[in-house]
């Protein structure tokens, strides 16, 4: 049966037709060409497709996009600003390294982002936790936590973006 | 300079953006679904089919199944192809086999509308199957009267090797008054890729044309694979290459683009997708090989290393792949790395077994060969009672090493400063002296490993890589490789060594990192650590030839002779220093020029006939929980060799990388089967890669002495890093315990039953 789900994604108002059973994940990659958020496992397992649903860090595998009624969606392709430039946490993955194949990547940012928004103080071992729901083969998760540390200090010493 | 810069990867926006497109993010909305249906036992044969339900499905299209398929058998390896006979990789797949000789093996396919449908039918696919025992190892596939995979090996033995080399023999070192023998059995088991993007591929057709889009590490050998799985004329398939996200070998192999381009055939040339779960990738494409080995060594009381005999068994599973190149490396890093003054006897066979099919993983065959040498020299320093860095630095390879089968040359030597660093980095000399009388629950230790590693794949196959350039009227310039880029930085260091060729700021550079073997020049692909050192120098090649076709322009512009001027910064510049033209005022003028436009261009092939060797060590701290049977790696530091660094920061990554997946062979990574062959851990929660929370500070360091033979004095770096991360931690943990493991993974259940049997337990009422 076909739902009519209203929600908001990256920022715009959006009202998309779906199945019962139809995942996050499916409706951001196939019906709304958000093909940023990657299929790895699909159950859970690696977190590539990772998405903020009202600020919260979920995997999209595991999300009946029925659940999404009313609720607001982040995705990497919503991040940039207006202008095109990149948002901190983006850049200082760059800066930083932490990109390697690439796959882990937009789920990560999302993760760090929600770490970044939190405003609270971390230890390195209690982000290591927090980033540990993310399966990265490349990085040896070093530079990752690199860039999430570098993100959190550039959003202490800059006001944050509305 | 943009050489040895660290600038940032070339397609690091793409990918924090979403820009960069995988092939998931490619298929044509209305492509078919293909499901392939796999076989529910790892030994026997299909008899029969029955489809009425299957077919009944609404949404499919077709299915077709090992009797329809063209009865061609075809070679999966990513190794270049043999244009002798005798060196050829083995066949003996079809696209579909009616002998069942993995779990899961390919039997039939469907091809439906949807995924739903696909996978209904797929479950409802009735095959008739005469089942056989399943061989799980070597010895028993060798065993007399055991079931034969392919009528092609009988004994099932693939290949078997041996050399001898020395004057001497290994008893005659033994009878060495005072010697000190060492011997044991070693084993290590199936591991897996794990790379974070599937296998996925999908087919089409444009009139006659076939194009398989794929993530594939190999593009070119793909095509060639898939017109002789099809027999039609290889350039009738096109292979087109997007980002990737990762593959470490497992996409060195021709996995499902065969599959997918024949049903685009079958199916007046429909787009066909072919995309595996976690678990089918894990379950049901490639493994590192699983090996056991028989060994001995002896050395003379001053702990000079005598000889040493070797005897290996490498389980290739179902189907040959990358087959017997994988236990011969295993053995040439064992004959590598020491010199055995005596002899050293080495024996290897490659047998089919019931198992996943092995093939290519980040390192080759030498984490194993390189664990089991690493394993026996602690082993034999301890039994010595002397330092094992000591031992090593006795006993290694020393510069100017000549391979005496290959003839591979140690043209630059840093293995003697990769220890000496890596000794005063892990604060060595203090701490094995700290930790060796230890007691009570907790023990910490160190350990260490070294490995050598070649840069490419010659002598023993071919070694060719290509390049082109195009300047534009804008003085940028578009690199064209047939190389990969699969996460590693490829693309970011062909575009530093475009630049520094050719004399342009690096954002002048524009690398397309998608290859369409239609467009892209030829080059065998992503595998050998071998693309920094051997495209890199078809890149270099291609950008002197750039530079010169500009500056020879740029003279007949200027009226006068080109010698005398160079490229700096996109800036001519003559003798003197002034900036007499820009590359940008070339670009423009040979384009539009109304007497004498012509596009600037140019292409190379470098056929590489060099190689070297790069070196490397482990150095590992460690804490053991005794009752939990726990390690705690507390430092891990990797010092590497490989010649001049084309971007710093890169290469600390890459080593991160290599680090990490060693960690993970060291503790927790083990493909676990029953005794029928099915995978019992075919997914990501109970297969154990290390997650942040496992993994501890990454210490990558490194010496750089300028290997002659390299573009920039690069050697290889890809690869290496995993390879000598598990045997230091094992041997960290004979420091640590006095106990000398002999298997890897190193997990709690099999360190308390070591810690139990050494007495550190305090017997079995203590537990």
């Known amino acids: 049966m076909r739902n009519l789900i209203s929600l908001t994604v990256n920022g715009v108002p959006t009202t998309v037709a779906v199945e019962d059973g139809e995942a996050l994940l499916d409706t951001l990659r196939d019906r709304l060409g958000l093909t940023s958020v990657k299929r790895g496992c699909e159950v859970g397992e690696c977190g590539a497709c990772t998405v903020l649903i009202d600020g919260k860090a979920v995997d999209s595998c595991l999300y009946l996009t029925v659940w999404a009624e009313g609720k607001s969606i982040l995705t990497v392709e919503g991040l940039r600003k207006?202008?095109?430039?990149?948002?901190?946490?983006?850049?200082?993955?760059i800066d930083e390294c932490a990109v390697q194949c690439g796959f882990c990547t937009p789920g990560l940012i999302l993760s760090a982002l929600e770490i970044v928004m939190s405003g609270k103080e971390y230890t390195r071992e209690e982000l290591r936790k927090r980033i540990s729901g993310h399966l990265c083969r490349c990085t040896g998760y070093e530079n990752i936590l690199n860039a999430v540390e570098k993100a959190i200090q550039m959003s202490r010493s800059a006001p944050q973006p509305k | 300079m943009a050489v040895g810069q660290s600038i940032p990867r070339v397609d690091a926006f793409a990918k924090v953006t979403g820009e960069a497109k995988y092939t998931a993010d490619l298929v044509p909305a209305n492509a078919y679904v293909a499901k392939i249906v796999r076989a529910p036992v790892a030994s026997g044969w299909v008899r029969?089919?029955?489809?009425?339900?299957?077919?009944?499905?609404?949404?499919?299209?077709?299915?077709?199944?090992?009797?329809?398929?063209?009865?061609?058998?075809?070679?999966?390896?990513?190794?270049?192809?043999?244009?002798?006979?005798?060196?050829?990789?083995?066949?003996?797949?079809?696209?579909?086999?009616?002998?069942?000789?993995?779990?899961?093996?390919?039997?039939?396919?469907?091809?439906?509308?949807?995924?739903?449908?696909?996978?209904?039918?797929?479950?409802?696919?009735?095959?008739?199957?005469?089942?056989?025992?399943?061989?799980?190892?070597?010895?028993?596939?060798?065993?007399?009267?055991?079931?034969?995979?392919?009528?092609?090996?009988?004994?099932?033995?693939?290949?078997?090797?041996?050399?001898?080399?020395?004057?001497?023999?290994?008893?005659?070192?033994?009878?060495?008054?005072?010697?000190?023998?060492?011997?044991?059995?070693?084993?290590?088991?199936?591991?897996q890729h794990c790379h974070m993007e599937p296998v996925h591929s999908f087919a089409y057709m444009e009139g006659q044309k076939i194009t398989v889009v794929s993530s594939t590490q190999i593009p070119h050998i793909v095509r060639r694979v898939c017109g002789q799985a099809l027999g039609i004329p290889w350039s009738r398939v096109r292979v087109i290459k997007p980002y990737m996200g990762g593959g470490f070998g497992n996409k060195q192999d021709v996995l499902v683009e065969p599959l997918a381009a024949w049903l685009t055939t079958q199916l007046g040339g429909h787009a066909v997708n072919i995309e595996l779960s976690r678990e089918e990738v894990l379950g049901c494409t490639r493994t590192r090989h699983a090996f056991d080995w028989d060994v001995q060594a002896v050395?003379?009381?001053?702990?000079?290393?005598?000889?040493?005999?070797?005897?290996?068994?490498?389980?290739?599973?179902?189907?040959?792949?990358?087959?017997?190149?994988?236990?011969?490396?295993?053995?040439?890093?064992?004959?590598?790395?020491?010199?055995?003054?005596?002899?050293?006897?080495?024996?290897?066979?490659?047998?089919?077994?019931?198992?996943?099919?092995?093939?290519?993983?980040?390192?080759?065959?030498?984490?194993?060969?390189?664990?089991?040498?690493?394993?026996?020299?602690?082993?034999?320093?301890?039994?010595?009672?002397?330092?094992?860095?000591?031992?090593?630095?006795?006993?290694?390879?020393?510069?100017g090493y000549v391979?005496?089968?290959?003839?591979?040359?140690?043209?630059?030597?840093?293995?003697?400063?990769?220890?000496?660093k890596g000794r005063a980095a892990i604060d060595w000399d203090a701490k094995r002296r700290l930790y060796q009388n230890q007691t009570g629950d907790r023990r910490r230790g160190v350990g260490m490993a070294l490995f050598t590693y070649k840069s490419n794949v010659y002598p023993i196959s071919l070694e060719t890589a290509s390049c082109r350039m195009m300047l534009h009227e804008d003085g940028r310039v578009t690199v064209q490789m047939g190389a990969t880029e699969i996460g590693q930085g490829a693309d970011t260091v062909f575009t530093q060594m475009a630049a520094e060729s050719i004399g342009l700021p690096v954002d002048a550079i524009d690398i397309q990192s998608v290859q369409d073997t239609d467009v892209s020049p030829f080059d065998t692909g992503a595998y050998a650590s071998r693309q920094t050192y051997v495209s890199g120098m078809a890149c270099k090649m291609t950008g002197e030839s750039l530079r010169g076709k500009i500056l020879d322009y740029a003279a007949g512009m200027l009226e006068r002779s080109a010698e005398g001027l160079t490229i700096t910064d996109g800036q001519i510049v003559d003798e003197t220093g002034q900036t007499v033209l820009t590359v940008a005022d070339v670009g423009m003028e040979s384009c539009y020029s109304l007497t004498n436009s012509r596009h600037l261009t140019a292409e190379e092939t470098y056929h590489c006939e060099q190689n070297t060797f790069a070196t490397g060590a482990c150095f590992a701290e460690i804490e053991v929980d005794l009752a939990l049977g726990q390690i705690h790696v507390l430092r891990l530091v990797n010092v590497h060799d490989s010649g001049r660094l084309i971007n710093p920061k890169l290469a600390e990554a890459q080593v991160h990388g290599g680090m990490s997946m060693g960690l993970g062979y060291a503790l927790s990574e083990e493909m676990l089967f029953d005794d029928a062959c099915k995978p019992l851990n075919a997914n990501l929660l109970d297969y154990k890669i290390p997650t942040a929370m496992d993994t501890p500070k990454l210490e990558a360091l490194f010496v750089e002495v300028d290997d002659p033979t390299g573009p920039y004095g690069n050697k290889a770096l890809g690869e290496p890093p995993a390879i000598p991360v598990a045997p230091a931690i094992r041997n960290a943990l004979l420091h640590a315990t006095g106990v000398s493991v002999h298997s890897l993974p190193l997990t709690p259940q099999k360190l308390i039953e070591h810690f139990r049997a050494a007495g550190l337990l305090g017997g079995e009422d203590h537990v």
């Open chain 1, 82 to 93: 207006a202008d095109g430039t990149l948002s901190p946490i983006q850049q200082a993955f």
């Open chain 2, 403 to 420: 391979d005496p089968h290959n003839g591979i040359t140690m043209h630059a030597y840093g293995l003697d400063q990769v220890l000496e």
């Open chain 2, 299 to 399: 050395a003379s009381p001053d702990g000079t290393l005598l000889a040493r005999t070797y005897c290996a068994k490498s389980n290739q599973g179902g189907y040959a792949s990358h087959g017997h190149a994988i236990a011969a490396n295993a053995a040439n890093v064992f004959k590598q790395c020491y010199r055995d003054r005596v002899s050293l006897d080495s024996e290897s066979y490659t047998v089919y077994t019931n198992r996943p099919t092995a093939g290519a993983m980040r390192g080759y065959g030498i984490p194993q060969g390189c664990f089991i040498t690493e394993a026996l020299t602690d082993d034999l320093a301890y039994a010595l009672g002397m330092d094992p860095l000591e031992f090593r630095l006795k006993n290694c390879v020393q510069a």
């Open chain 2, 48 to 191: 029969g089919f029955d489809l009425t339900e299957a077919q009944a499905v609404p949404g499919v299209v077709r299915i077709f199944t090992c009797f329809d398929v063209p009865d061609i058998q075809f070679p999966t390896a990513g190794h270049p192809w043999s244009t002798v006979p005798s060196h050829q990789d083995i066949c003996d797949r079809k696209l579909l086999n009616a002998h069942i000789r993995v779990w899961g093996d390919e039997i039939a396919v469907v091809v439906a509308r949807d995924r739903i449908s696909a996978e209904r039918a797929a479950r409802l696919v009735k095959a008739d199957i005469e089942v056989l025992p399943a061989l799980s190892t070597p010895d028993e596939a060798m065993a007399p009267g055991a079931p034969c995979l392919h009528e092609e090996k009988p004994g099932n033995v693939v290949v078997h090797s041996q050399f001898h080399l020395g004057d001497g023999t290994f008893d005659e070192a033994a009878a060495t008054p005072g010697a000190v023998v060492v011997s044991g059995h070693y084993s290590v088991p199936a591991v």
